[in-house]
């Protein structure tokens, strides 16, 4: 179950003088990093290609290209929604009839995001009303932490000892 931190931690880094460093965590590319599987057409040759197959082949992602889904998009930025998609199923979240925000009734990931919301690995994106999701916006570096660090409190410390310390 803490495998997709395994997947997520060591690749978020920081950015030294001189160095590009890694894209922002909410890259694609970036956050399928550290371990190898099966996926798509467009990943091929793709420094994270086993990676992003990897993450294909429990379905925690199903590619950017529907209803096809035969391409990853690894140059692409998430957006809040996708994520919330990608933490959905890496952890099998259950569907909720809660609905938590105003503004992604009409987002395809309408049920991921209010998954999410009932377990409070999310709390919104305007506070302090907290009322909406945000769903089509880019995750920042600091949600991804946010968003790890609550998701990865679910797991009651399995996995703690994956962190660099």
């Given at each position: ?104 009734d009409d987002s395809i990931f309408h049920d991921d995001i209010n998954a999410i919301a009932a377990v409070r690995i999310t709390q919104g994106c305007n506070p302090p009303d907290n009322d909406q999701f945000c769903p089509d916006e880019t995750v920042t570096r600091g ?23």
């Open positions: 179950m803490c495998e997709i931190a395994h997947l997520y931690v060591p690749s978020v880094r920081g950015q030294s003088r001189g160095d590009p460093g890694p894209r922002p965590a909410g890259y694609r590319g970036t956050v399928a990093s550290d371990r190898r599987g099966v996926f798509a057409t467009d990943d091929d040759g793709n420094v994270h290609e086993g990676n992003i197959e990897a993450i294909a082949a429990p379905g925690i992602t199903q590619g950017c290209n529907p209803p096809d889904n035969d391409e990853y998009c690894p140059g692409d930025d998430i957006t809040r929604g996708q994520m919330a998609a990608f933490l959905r199923r890496a952890f099998n979240l259950v569907e909720v009839s809660d609905n938590f925000f105003t503004d992604d949600e991804m932490a946010s968003f790890l660090v609550r998701t990865l409190a679910l797991t009651d410390g399995a996995g703690d000892d994956l962190f660099y310390r």
